[in-house]
Protein backbone atom coordinates (compact mmCIF):
# COMPACT_ATOMS: atom_id res chain seq x y z
CA UNK A 1 0.00 0.00 0.00
CA UNK A 2 0.85 4.04 -0.35
CA UNK A 3 3.53 4.46 2.55
CA UNK A 4 2.70 8.04 2.38
CA UNK A 5 -0.86 9.59 0.74
CA UNK A 6 -2.05 12.69 -0.50
CA UNK A 7 -5.79 12.45 -0.18
CA UNK A 8 -6.39 15.61 -2.12
CA UNK A 9 -5.51 15.03 -6.03
CA UNK A 10 -6.58 18.89 -6.51
CA UNK A 11 -7.01 21.99 -4.34
CA UNK A 12 -8.69 25.55 -5.68
CA UNK A 13 -7.53 28.75 -3.48
CA UNK A 14 -8.28 32.11 -4.31
CA UNK A 15 -4.87 34.60 -4.69
CA UNK A 16 -4.10 35.61 -1.00
CA UNK A 17 -5.90 33.00 0.76
CA UNK A 18 -4.06 30.71 2.49
CA UNK A 19 -3.21 27.24 0.65
CA UNK A 20 -3.15 23.98 2.67
CA UNK A 21 -1.44 20.43 1.40
CA UNK A 22 -2.05 17.80 3.69
CA UNK A 23 0.31 14.54 3.67
CA UNK A 24 -0.46 10.98 5.94
CA UNK A 25 1.81 8.48 6.58
CA UNK A 26 1.80 5.15 7.78
CA UNK A 27 5.57 4.24 8.66
CA UNK A 28 5.81 5.94 12.43
CA UNK A 29 9.85 5.22 11.70
CA UNK A 30 9.87 8.50 9.01
CA UNK A 31 11.76 10.89 10.63
CA UNK A 32 12.08 13.41 7.90
CA UNK A 33 9.27 15.16 6.03
CA UNK A 34 9.59 17.57 2.81
CA UNK A 35 7.37 18.94 0.25
CA UNK A 36 8.31 19.56 -2.84
CA UNK A 37 6.84 21.60 -5.80
CA UNK A 38 6.62 20.73 -9.49
CA UNK A 39 5.78 22.38 -12.99
CA UNK A 40 4.39 20.13 -15.64
CA UNK A 41 7.65 18.89 -18.00
CA UNK A 42 10.13 20.09 -14.63
CA UNK A 43 11.24 18.27 -12.22
CA UNK A 44 10.15 18.56 -8.42
CA UNK A 45 12.00 21.54 -6.32
CA UNK A 46 12.52 21.08 -3.01
CA UNK A 47 10.80 23.67 -1.25
CA UNK A 48 11.50 22.91 3.14
CA UNK A 49 11.49 20.05 4.57
CA UNK A 50 11.30 19.24 8.83
CA UNK A 51 13.14 17.25 10.94
CA UNK A 52 10.68 15.06 13.43
CA UNK A 53 12.64 16.53 16.70
CA UNK A 54 10.64 19.88 15.26
CA UNK A 55 6.57 20.43 14.94
CA UNK A 56 6.99 23.34 12.87
CA UNK A 57 9.25 25.16 10.71
CA UNK A 58 8.59 28.64 8.71
CA UNK A 59 10.40 29.96 6.01
CA UNK A 60 8.58 32.87 4.24
CA UNK A 61 5.27 32.52 3.12
CA UNK A 62 5.88 28.59 3.57
CA UNK A 63 5.49 26.77 7.35
CA UNK A 64 5.08 23.08 7.22
CA UNK A 65 3.89 21.44 10.62
CA UNK A 66 4.23 18.08 12.02
CA UNK A 67 1.87 16.03 14.12
CA UNK A 68 3.52 12.63 14.63
CA UNK A 69 1.43 11.04 16.53
CA UNK A 70 -1.51 11.63 13.99
CA UNK A 71 1.09 10.50 11.03
CA UNK A 72 0.44 13.84 9.66
CA UNK A 73 2.27 16.75 8.08
CA UNK A 74 0.80 19.80 6.05
CA UNK A 75 2.46 22.84 3.97
CA UNK A 76 0.63 26.19 4.29
CA UNK A 77 1.25 29.08 2.10
CA UNK A 78 -0.14 31.95 3.27
CA UNK A 79 -0.61 34.90 0.76
CA UNK A 80 -0.91 32.71 -2.07
CA UNK A 81 -0.03 33.95 -5.34
CA UNK A 82 -0.50 32.33 -9.04
CA UNK A 83 2.84 31.82 -9.57
CA UNK A 84 2.24 29.06 -6.66
CA UNK A 85 0.30 27.14 -8.74
CA UNK A 86 1.77 24.02 -9.31
CA UNK A 87 1.90 19.95 -7.89
CA UNK A 88 2.72 19.95 -4.77
CA UNK A 89 4.46 16.57 -3.44
CA UNK A 90 5.03 15.60 -0.08
CA UNK A 91 7.52 12.97 0.69
CA UNK A 92 9.67 10.97 4.27
CA UNK A 93 12.30 9.31 4.82
CA UNK A 94 13.47 7.12 7.49
CA UNK A 95 16.98 8.12 8.61
CA UNK A 96 19.60 5.64 6.94
CA UNK A 97 17.47 4.57 4.85
CA UNK A 98 18.27 6.51 1.81
CA UNK A 99 15.53 6.02 -0.22
CA UNK A 100 12.59 8.50 -0.01
CA UNK A 101 9.04 7.67 -0.26
CA UNK A 102 6.73 10.27 -2.37
CA UNK A 103 2.71 11.05 -2.10
CA UNK A 104 0.84 11.32 -5.50
CA UNK A 105 0.67 15.01 -5.48
CA UNK A 106 -1.56 17.58 -4.75
CA UNK A 107 -2.62 19.84 -7.66
CA UNK A 108 -2.54 23.81 -6.55
CA UNK A 109 -4.47 26.05 -8.59
CA UNK A 110 -4.61 29.91 -7.10
CA UNK A 111 -7.34 31.82 -9.08
CA UNK A 112 -6.36 35.20 -9.77
CA UNK B 1 18.68 26.05 -9.08
CA UNK B 2 19.43 22.25 -9.13
CA UNK B 3 22.36 21.27 -11.63
CA UNK B 4 21.47 17.69 -12.08
CA UNK B 5 21.46 17.24 -15.85
CA UNK B 6 19.54 14.01 -17.60
CA UNK B 7 19.37 12.76 -21.41
CA UNK B 8 17.80 12.20 -23.37
CA UNK B 9 15.08 14.39 -22.45
CA UNK B 10 12.51 12.59 -24.50
CA UNK B 11 13.18 8.46 -25.83
CA UNK B 12 11.02 6.51 -27.63
CA UNK B 13 11.36 2.85 -28.12
CA UNK B 14 9.54 -0.30 -29.49
CA UNK B 15 8.47 -3.03 -27.31
CA UNK B 16 11.90 -5.47 -26.53
CA UNK B 17 14.00 -2.50 -27.44
CA UNK B 18 16.82 -1.32 -25.07
CA UNK B 19 15.87 2.12 -23.27
CA UNK B 20 19.23 3.53 -22.08
CA UNK B 21 19.27 7.31 -20.20
CA UNK B 22 21.77 8.98 -18.20
CA UNK B 23 22.21 11.61 -15.46
CA UNK B 24 25.12 13.89 -14.73
CA UNK B 25 24.47 14.46 -10.84
CA UNK B 26 25.56 17.95 -9.43
CA UNK B 27 29.75 18.05 -9.05
CA UNK B 28 30.30 16.63 -5.45
CA UNK B 29 27.12 14.77 -5.17
CA UNK B 30 27.92 10.88 -4.38
CA UNK B 31 24.90 9.57 -4.07
CA UNK B 32 22.74 9.12 -7.46
CA UNK B 33 19.12 8.00 -6.95
CA UNK B 34 16.84 6.83 -9.84
CA UNK B 35 12.94 7.10 -9.76
CA UNK B 36 10.13 6.68 -12.11
CA UNK B 37 7.26 8.29 -11.91
CA UNK B 38 3.48 7.01 -13.69
CA UNK B 39 0.96 8.32 -14.94
CA UNK B 40 -0.76 8.79 -11.53
CA UNK B 41 1.97 11.17 -10.33
CA UNK B 42 3.80 8.32 -8.22
CA UNK B 43 7.05 8.09 -7.51
CA UNK B 44 8.37 4.95 -7.42
CA UNK B 45 11.95 3.98 -6.39
CA UNK B 46 14.28 2.23 -8.42
CA UNK B 47 17.70 2.80 -7.28
CA UNK B 48 20.33 4.28 -5.78
CA UNK B 49 24.02 4.32 -5.73
CA UNK B 50 26.73 5.70 -3.65
CA UNK B 51 29.54 6.90 -5.12
CA UNK B 52 30.16 3.66 -7.78
CA UNK B 53 28.03 0.95 -5.52
CA UNK B 54 24.41 0.10 -5.58
CA UNK B 55 23.05 0.80 -2.10
CA UNK B 56 19.44 -0.32 -2.40
CA UNK B 57 17.39 -1.67 -5.37
CA UNK B 58 13.81 -2.63 -6.04
CA UNK B 59 12.99 -6.33 -7.96
CA UNK B 60 12.17 -4.60 -10.83
CA UNK B 61 15.25 -2.82 -11.30
CA UNK B 62 16.97 -5.97 -10.59
CA UNK B 63 15.40 -8.14 -13.17
CA UNK B 64 15.24 -6.16 -16.42
CA UNK B 65 16.77 -2.57 -15.62
CA UNK B 66 20.57 -2.39 -15.26
CA UNK B 67 22.26 1.04 -13.57
CA UNK B 68 25.80 2.03 -13.13
CA UNK B 69 27.65 5.33 -11.99
CA UNK B 70 31.05 5.19 -13.16
CA UNK B 71 33.77 7.11 -11.74
CA UNK B 72 34.35 10.35 -14.68
CA UNK B 73 31.31 8.86 -16.81
CA UNK B 74 27.61 10.14 -16.24
CA UNK B 75 25.26 7.77 -14.32
CA UNK B 76 22.66 5.46 -16.79
CA UNK B 77 20.07 3.88 -16.04
CA UNK B 78 18.87 1.06 -19.39
CA UNK B 79 15.52 -0.89 -19.79
CA UNK B 80 16.97 -4.22 -21.41
CA UNK B 81 13.53 -5.04 -23.06
CA UNK B 82 11.26 -2.75 -22.80
CA UNK B 83 7.58 -3.16 -22.32
CA UNK B 84 4.63 -0.88 -22.82
CA UNK B 85 4.44 -0.38 -18.87
CA UNK B 86 7.38 1.41 -19.06
CA UNK B 87 6.57 4.69 -20.16
CA UNK B 88 7.14 6.94 -17.51
CA UNK B 89 9.38 9.88 -16.74
CA UNK B 90 12.41 8.80 -15.25
CA UNK B 91 13.69 10.84 -12.52
CA UNK B 92 17.41 11.33 -11.52
CA UNK B 93 18.57 12.92 -8.53
CA UNK B 94 21.58 13.20 -6.19
CA UNK B 95 22.29 13.89 -2.80
CA UNK B 96 25.71 15.78 -0.97
CA UNK B 97 25.69 12.58 1.00
CA UNK B 98 24.67 9.36 3.19
CA UNK B 99 22.19 10.78 5.62
CA UNK B 100 21.41 13.96 3.90
CA UNK B 101 18.13 14.09 3.03
CA UNK B 102 18.22 16.76 0.62
CA UNK B 103 17.59 15.30 -3.26
CA UNK B 104 18.06 17.49 -6.05
CA UNK B 105 16.32 16.43 -9.73
CA UNK B 106 16.80 16.46 -13.17
CA UNK B 107 14.30 17.51 -15.93
CA UNK B 108 13.67 13.65 -16.55
CA UNK B 109 13.60 11.62 -19.19
CA UNK B 110 10.23 11.05 -20.52
CA UNK B 111 10.16 7.30 -22.37
CA UNK B 112 7.52 5.99 -24.46
CA UNK B 113 7.41 2.90 -25.20
CA UNK B 114 4.96 2.02 -28.49
Known amino acids: GQQVKQSSPSLTVQEGGISILNCDYE??????FAWYKKYPDNSPTLLISVRSNVDKREDGRLTVFLNKSGKHFSLHITASQPEDTAVYLC???????????FGAGTKLTIKP | NSKVIQTPRYLVKGQGQKAKMRCIPEKGHPVVFWYQQNKNNEFKFLIN????????QIDMTEKRFSAECPSNSPCSLEIQSSEAGDSALYLC????????????FGPGTRLTVL
Open chain 2, 49 to 56: FQNQEVLQ
Open chain 1, 27 to 32: NDMFDY
Open chain 1, 91 to 101: AAEIYGNEKIT
Open chain 2, 93 to 104: ASSPGLGNYEQY
